[in-house]
């Protein structure tokens, strides 16, 4: 395989003059496909929405499969239905009473972390749900309702909803707090869930009363934006997760037992899943919070999740062949560096080679919006969004 994606790689960057005439774009430079529509959606769109049965409280991931926590049980999920795949039943649970009520997933030690608020505590569990420990909190009364792991820090944000408070504690020592981030101080009341971008290194919580998301700068507690959450009903806005593949938060509506993925204004890839070869493949940079900003697209046939990193952030795609090719073959790779419109929206494009034995590899795109100010000039880093190759 290895072979083959290098010869891929060459081959596309050698036609990129041969599949100029199958280009996407008329000759005033229009998307051939008709004009952009829909794209502009604020922060606190809903994206897309479903009802999970049960009705987690909380919600967490490993790759693209999601879980939700429902009492002392987790379900693994479709994200797009809410189909319930399997179950998972936390055993070797402490004696006394134990209220779970969100999660998140230790990817270096691949464990459960939850939060856990009768007893105030954090449990790990495996992946087979046997509870290895748990770690009390009530020595500072806090009642925990959000859990979330920070790949950068090695640590735990927990949200503790009487304290008002995210902290994090360090995943080689429960009993060490890394940092502290005080909701009160942007208005945030009856917090709950927590989740993290290990793209633009953020943490986010809700606030059930205010009906709002809020997004903080990992490493020193800043708030970067705010968004609301258009619910109904007041106890909602509860566990949570970031989708890197779209960089949405994804909510529990526990009133309605709805699963919501909100716009957060980060920049994501738009594009169909599959793509015939031969054809092309139309791609949306959406970046609704870096209007007017340039902005870097590329394409690898690898993700990582640690992919090339700018200090605690990280570009989530393999620096491969085909990485070095997209950033080489306009033809094939058209428009994936440009200016972002008014609404922070713009068009590319993939022209794929009509070469069958294409068909079943896969790739992936992401890009960057760029702010001279920012580190390395780089403002905001979308997930990677992978498509299929078929006949």
Not at 164 to 169: G, K, P, S, V
């Amino acid at each position: 395989m290895k072979l083959r994606t290098i010869a891929l790689a060459l081959v596309l960057a050698a036609l990129a003059a041969t599949v100029a005439a199958s280009q996407s774009y008329d000759a005033a430079g229009n998307w051939i496909g008709g004009p952009v529509a829909g794209l502009d959606d604020p922060p606190g769109t809903k994206l897309l929405e479903y009802l999970n049965s049960p009705t987690p409280s909380g919600l967490t991931r490993i790759g693209d499969l999601f879980y939700g926590l429902s009492s002392t049980n987790l379900y693994e999920f479709n994200w797009q239905t809410g189909a319930v795949f399997r179950t998972i039943a936390l055993t070797n649970l402490p004696t006394f009473s134990i209220y779970a009520f969100d999660v998140g997933f230790d990817l270096r030690r691949n464990l459960f972390v939850i939060a856990e608020t009768s007893a105030m505590g954090i449990l790990l569990a495996d992946q087979a749900g046997v509870v290895t420990t748990f770690f009390s909190t009530s020595g500072v009364s806090h009642r925990n309702v959000g859990a979330a792991y920070d790949t950068w820090r090695d640590g735990y944000w927990i949200t503790s909803w009487n304290t008002n408070r995210l902290t994090l504690y360090d995943a080689r020592n429960l009993g060490n707090v890394l940092f502290t981030i005080d909701l009160s101080a942007v208005g945030a009341t009856r917090a709950a869930g927590a989740a993290y971008s290990s793209e633009n290194d953020i943490v986010y919580t809700n606030s059930r009363d205010k009906k709002m998301g809020y997004a903080f700068e990992a490493a020193s507690g800043k708030l970067l934006y705010s968004w609301p959450l258009v619910y109904q009903g007041s106890n909602n806005g509860q566990g949570s997760v970031w989708w890197d593949r779209w960089n949405a938060a994804v909510v529990v509506d526990l009133e309605t037992g709805l699963t919501v993925f909100h716009e957060t204004g980060y920049p994501r890839v738009k594009a169909a899943d599959t793509v015939k070869v031969g054809s092309g493949l139309r791609i949306d940079w959406i970046a609704a919070n870096s209007p007017g900003k340039f902005y870097k697209g590329a394409a690898a046939f690898t993700e990582r999740i640690a992919g090339i990193q700018f200090l605690n952030r990280y570009f989530p795609l393999a620096a491969d062949n085909l990485f070095f090719a997209s950033l080489t073959a306009p033809s094939v790779f058209q428009r994936f560096e440009g200016l972002l419109d008014t609404t922070g929206t713009a068009v590319g494009a993939v022209n794929v080679p009509n070469i069958p034995a294409l068909a079943g590899l896969y790739f992936s795109i992401a890009f960057v919006t760029v702010d001279p100010a920012a580190p390395f000039a780089i403002d905001a880093i979308s997930g990677a969004w992978k498509v299929n190759l078929t006949k």
